[in-house]
């Protein structure tokens, strides 16, 4: 099979974020979904599927508090890091580049609005 | 001669305001992409035309930016934060480690996280006679994200650019003209087209270039992943002339990239026979059955001086680039600052020097770093004996946890063009690293004693 995706490869099921985990790094899927998962009374409620060009784990890179959802491939999916450190050096030379993930968490948090009304 | 207008707040775009790219190569494009989107963030209605005489969907020279095709790990970074995620046609290769081969043997140097960072493509269709579809260009793919956005393409080469009072005309070898706000220079380092701006950024002094070598070779894509894997092959061989060389896994061609100072055809010739070199392909495999393709592109070795005025900005290449490294990624910088300077600051010389010209300098400084880190490597390359050192020493390192791995850490950055000069060389004078260096050369010392004993 050609290699010509980047990242690391997660089998479909394989946990890429563990909730309550330390973390410090951005996730960008390449290739596939993950599904985004917390738990409820006990049990888990899936709140997102996320695809090819989206990113997760974005609250690591701006707190210091441990993973709030568990993220599980759902099928294989190819996914890459970015990590803290760099991230933070580079956006530090070209804020422009923090433009898309202020935009994304914007957009997150009205879809978080639209069903914390809904409920 | 019409009077210019100096007056700065002429020189800002507004609704309206029509820019020219002229060369859609990665600077070409990245200027146009950042453009637009600033435009849009700020409510700016403004349109681009990129003007470019190749064809990126055809094979060969025809289509090509003549590139190792190398997308280093901090562009991939970059790319993906700012949602820009290469498809799986465009990357040849995910690239997970890199080995390096020196006189005295070879070791491969995982990358830091054990995933695939880096990616190997090919800036057109493929070398001459390609005839894969499942290849395509880097270069088209960016010219696409440039054209969703908006940006209009013209397939015509600029032959002449002239300055009057309030714009600059573009004229094409095919007779067309066009007045535009802002002219941005991405011809890369082609003499002719640089000379274009002789008239319109008089100042303008263009990079200084040497040739380097590149060479294509055709292997079935199971022997590829034998012979090279999803390794980048490093030799830092005792050659003339030659900084660098470096073989390049893709899907079903391997590229052989030379850097140095006037490579000539001997020069290469003599690095492609070398023991080192001949061990990895197939034994009796005749290179020059499989080699489609073969070329001795321009590399900017030093920065161009004063690359804008007012209504003119140049970029990639054509300005300033990173030493023997991740020219795309320099194209990403200087590329998206210019964007930058254009969109929120204007137009007018001073604002790109105040705005866009310290990105520049800040690469051409570096690349003074640069210049000394590969004249360090080049001393070693000399050396039978600091080669040994160095080789023991990543051997060794290979065990360790990846933050302890400081030289290989160090040799990864500085092959892969990851991590700017200065940071290596930072990390280069770390105590810990030093000692070990030290250590090393004792026991390459001590072992050569005993050899020859
Ligand atoms: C041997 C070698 C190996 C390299 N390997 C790598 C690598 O592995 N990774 C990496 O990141 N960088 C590498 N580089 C550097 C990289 O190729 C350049 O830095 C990069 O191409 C610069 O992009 P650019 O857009 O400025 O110029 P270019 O890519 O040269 O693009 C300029 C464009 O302008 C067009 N043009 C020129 N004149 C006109 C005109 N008058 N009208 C219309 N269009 C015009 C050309 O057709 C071309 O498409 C390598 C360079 C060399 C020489």
Not at chain 1, 28 to 44: L, P, W
Not at chain 1, 83 to 105: E, G, H, S, V, W
Not at chain 2, 89 to 99: A, D, L, M, P
Not at chain 2, 339 to 368: H, R, T, W
């Amino acid at each position: 099979m050609r290699n010509n995706k980047l990242g690391r490869l997660y089998r479909d099921g394989e946990i890429v974020i563990n909730k309550g985990d330390e973390g410090s790094c951005l996730f960008v899927i390449q290739e596939g979904k993950v599904e985004v998962f917390d738990e409820n009374g006990g049990g888990e409620i899936k709140i997102a599927e996320l695809g090819s060009g989206e990113f997760f784990g974005e609250m690591g890179l701006f707190e210091k508090d441990v993973r709030s959802c568990t993220v599980r491939a759902s099928g294989n999916a190819k996914i890459l890091t970015i990590d803290k450190k760099n991230f933070y050096k580079t956006i530090q030379k070209d804020p422009t580049l923090a433009y898309r993930l202020l935009q994304k968490m914007s957009f997150r948090l009205r879809e978080l609005n639209k069903k914390v009304i809904q409920v | 001669m019409s009077m210019r207008d100096f007056s700065s707040e002429h020189f800002v775009l507004e609704d309206g305001s029509k820019i020219a790219v002229i060369g859609g190569g990665p600077a070409g494009s990245f200027f146009t992409y950042f453009a637009i989107d600033f435009a849009e963030r700020m409510g700016l209605d403004i349109s681009i035309d990129i003007y470019e005489a190749k064809d990126f969907t055809c094979a060969g020279p025809q289509g090509c930016n003549n590139c190792g095709g190398i997308v280093s790990e901090s562009l991939i970074q970059s790319l993906s934060a700012e949602g820009v995620v290469l498809p799986s046609k465009v990357i040849q290769r995910g690239i997970e480690s890199y080995t390096l081969h020196l006189e005295n043997g070879s070791t491969v140097i995982k990358t830091p996280l054990e995933e695939q960072r880096i990616a190997s493509m090919f800036r057109g269709f493929g070398p001459k006679g390609n005839t894969d579809t499942n290849t395509a260009s880097f270069d088209n793919f960016l010219f696409g994200l440039c054209q969703e956005k908006g940006a209009r393409v013209i397939s015509e080469r600029v032959s002449e650019a002239i300055r009057t009072a309030d714009a600059v005309t573009l004229t094409t070898k095919d007779g067309n003209k066009a007045r535009y706000d802002l002219v941005v220079g991405a011809v890369g380092l082609n003499g002719k087209a640089l000379s274009l701006f002789k008239s319109i950024c008089p100042s303008f002094e263009p990079p200084e270039t040497t040739k380097t070598y590149i060479s294509e070779f055709q292997m079935e894509p199971e022997l590829i992943d034998k012979h090279f894997g999803n390794s980048m092959h490093v030799f830092l061989l005792n050659l003339p002339n030659i900084k660098f060389g470096a073989l390049i896994p893709k899907d079903n061609y391997v590229t052989l990239v030379l850097l140095g100072s006037d490579i000539n055809m001997e020069i290469a010739c003599s690095f492609i026979n070398s023991k080192s070199v001949m061990k990895l392909f197939p034994r009796g495999i005749k290179l020059d059955d499989i080699t489609p393709c073969k070329c001795f592109p321009s590399i900017n070795v030093k920065g161009a001086k004063l690359a804008y005025d007012d209504r003119v900005v140049l970029v990639g290449d054509s300005a300033s680039s990173k030493l023997y490294k991740n020219g795309v990624g320099a194209a990403y910088i200087t590329g998206k600052a210019a964007a930058n300077a254009a969109i929120f600051n204007g137009i007018s010389a001073n604002a790109f020097k105040k705005y866009y010209q310290p990105v520049c300098s800040e690469l051409d400084n570096d690349n003074k770093l640069g210049k000394f880190i590969f004249s360090v490597t080049g001393i070693i390359q000399k050396s039978h004996l600091l080669k040994g050192a160095l080789l023991s020493m990543v051997i060794s390192e290979q065990h360790k946890a990846s933050h302890k791995r400081r030289m290989s850490s160090v040799l990864w950055d500085t092959f892969t063009g990851s991590a700017a000069y200065k940071n290596i060389f930072v990390r280069c004078l770390n105590p810990l690293l030093l000692v070990s260096l030290v250590w090393n050369i004792i026991k390459s010392t001590l072992n050569l004693i005993f050899k020859k004993k």
